[in-house]
C-alpha cells in the first residue's frame, strides 16, 4: 500500500472506546431518574458487580484512577517522614500521589524486557524508612506477584498496585485485584473498561471500605434520618450514577473486549514477524499471553541517527493517516520531580524507554486488516528512517 493510499483511507487512532446502544440506553434511565450524583443505586450495582468479579473483596469507586491510590496510601497510614518506593516509568499520578499524602517518591528502574519495575532494584531501594511498593502493571501487564508480594512481607510494607491497565490481566490464573493487598483500578475513556473517567479501589476489609468511603466524600459519616459527623479529612472523589451506567455496560462485554484485544496483539506478533527486531533495532512488547490484557501494543523505536520518536508519530499520521502515542515519559526528568534531586542518568532503562516507546493502535473496533495496515506503515516509516543520514 502506498503513502497515497493509505491515507486516503479513514484516520485509526491509537485507542477508542466503544459503547453500545444498551448502555447509551441505560445512562439515559439514569438521566431521566434524576438521580446522577452520589450515593446513587447504579454506583452501589456496579461496585457489587466489581466485588464479585474480583473473588467476593471489598470494592469502592471513586472519580478517577488517580485517587485510588492517594487514598489507599490514607487507608495505610502513609505520610509524612514515609517513602513510597515505585516506577519513573508511568503516568505522572503514580508519583503525585506520594507527593499528596506528604510522603516522599523513592524511584527504582525497570526492567528492559518487562518494561515493570524491576523487582532486584526495587529491594535495593528499602530502607528504614520505607512504608509502601506502588508497583505498575505497564500496558496491562503484571510484575512477579509472587516475588512482589514475598518481598512486600518480609519487609512488613504495604503495596498499593497501580493496576490502572490491568482489568481484566492475570498471575498464574488468578485475576490482578482478587488478591494481594489493595490493588487500584481506572476507568478512564482509553480503558480496557472505561466509565469515561473513574477508577475503583480493591481493599482488604469492611473497615478498610468504610475509611475509604470517608476519604471518598469529604470524611463524612452518616447515622439515622439527620445524624452526621466529619472525623478525617477527606475530598470530593465520588463516582456519579452516569458514569457507574457505564461501567456496567462495560461489565457485560469485558471478556470478550480483553480476548479480542489479546487476538489483535497475536496478530500483531504475526505481521511484524520473526525477524522484525533483528533487521529493524525496534523493540516488541514481551509476548505475554494469558497473563496481559493487552491494554496497549508498544514498540520501542531503535536509538539511532538523527530521527527522533516525534519524526516517527508525523510519519505515521502524515503519510498513512495512523495515529500512535507514547506512554510515558520518565517522571523523575520532570520539573517538579528535578526539584527534588532527581537528574538524567539515575534510571537509564527508564529514560531510555520512556524516551523511544510508541503505542500504536489497539482496540475493540479494529480488525486484522487494521492491524496490517498499522505494521505496514511501521515497517515502511522505519525503513524510510534508516536510509536517512
Known amino acids: 500500500m502506498t503513502a497515497a493510499l493509505s491515507t486516503a483511507l479513514p484516520f485509526l487512532p491509537f485507542s477508542k472506546p466503544t459503547i453500545d446502544e444498551d448502555t447509551i440506553a441505560m445512562v439515559g434511565d439514569v438521566l431521566r431518574s434524576g438521580w446522577l450524583t452520589n450515593g446513587g443505586p447504579k454506583v452501589s450495582q456496579f461496585e457489587q458487580q466489581l466485588s464479585e468479579y474480583f473473588g467476593g473483596r471489598p470494592v469502592r469507586c ?25 516506577t519513573p516509568l508511568s503516568w505522572v ?11 516522599t517518591p523513592v524511584f527504582a528502574d525497570v526492567d528492559p524486557v518487562t518494561r515493570n519495575i524491576d523487582l532486584d532494584k526495587l529491594e535495593a531501594a528499602i530502607t528504614p524508612r520505607t512504608r509502601a511498593i506502588i508497583p505498575v502493571y505497564l500496558a ?9 508480594y514475598a518481598i ?10 497501580d493496576a490502572a491497565q490491568a482489568f481484566g490481566s492475570t498471575w498464574k490464573g488468578k485475576r490482578i485485584g482478587a488478591f494481594g493487598d489493595m490493588v487500584s483500578f481506572s476507568f478512564q475513556v482509553n ?13 482488604n476489609n469492611e473497615d478498610e471500605a468504610v475509611l475509604a468511603e470517608k476519604y471518598r466524600l469529604q470524611g463524612v459519616t452518616r447515622s439515622g434520618v439527620d445524624g452526621i459527623d466529619v472525623d478525617v479529612l477527606g475530598g470530593k472523589y465520588n463516582m456519579t450514577d452516569i458514569a457507574a451506567a457505564i461501567g456496567l455496560g462495560q461489565m457485560k462485554t469485558i471478556d470478550a473486549v480483553n480476548a479480542h484485544r489479546e487476538s489483535l496483539a497475536r496478530h500483531y506478533y504475526q505481521c511484524f514477524g520473526p525477524d522484525f527486531a533483528a533487521s529493524t533495532g525496534a523493540q516488541l512488547p514481551q509476548p505475554a499471553f494469558g497473563s496481559s490484557n493487552w491494554h496497549l501494543f ?31 515519559a520518565a517522571i523523575h526528568l520532570f520539573t517538579l520531580y528535578r526539584k527534588l534531586g532527581f537528574h538524567e542518568g539515575m534510571f537509564p532503562e527508564s529514560e531510555r ?18 492491524v496490517e495496515r498499522v505494521v505496514g506503515a511501521v515497517k515502511a ?9
Open 62 to 86: 471513586f472519580n478517577s484512577g488517580t485517587c485510588t491510590m492517594e487514598i489507599a496510601l490514607r487507608v495505610a497510614g502513609v505520610g509524612p517522614g514515609d517513602e513510597v518506593i515505585t
Open 93 to 103: 499520578a503514580t508519583a503525585n500521589v506520594i507527593l499528596e499524602v506528604g510522603a
Open 140 to 148: 496491562g501487564l503484571p510484575v512477579d506477584m509472587d516475588r512482589l
Open 152 to 161: 512486600a512481607g518480609m519487609h512488613n510494607l504495604r503495596v498499593v498496585e
Open 191 to 203: 480503558k480496557n473498561l472505561t466509565t469515561g473517567e473513574g477508577g475503583c479501589l480493591v481493599l
Open 298 to 328: 508498544q514498540i520501542i523505536l531503535p536509538d539511532r541517527g538523527p530521527t527522533t520518536r516525534a519524526d516517527f508519530m508525523r510519519a505515521l499520521k502524515e503519510q498513512y493517516n495512523v495515529g500512535s502515542g507514547f506512554h510515558y
Open 353 to 370: 524507554i520512556g524516551r523511544l516507546t510508541v503505542t500504536l493502535p489497539l482496540f475493540y473496533a479494529m480488525t486484522t486488516l487494521d
Open 381 to 389: 516509516v522505519l525503513a524510510d528512517q534508516a536510509t536517512q543520514p
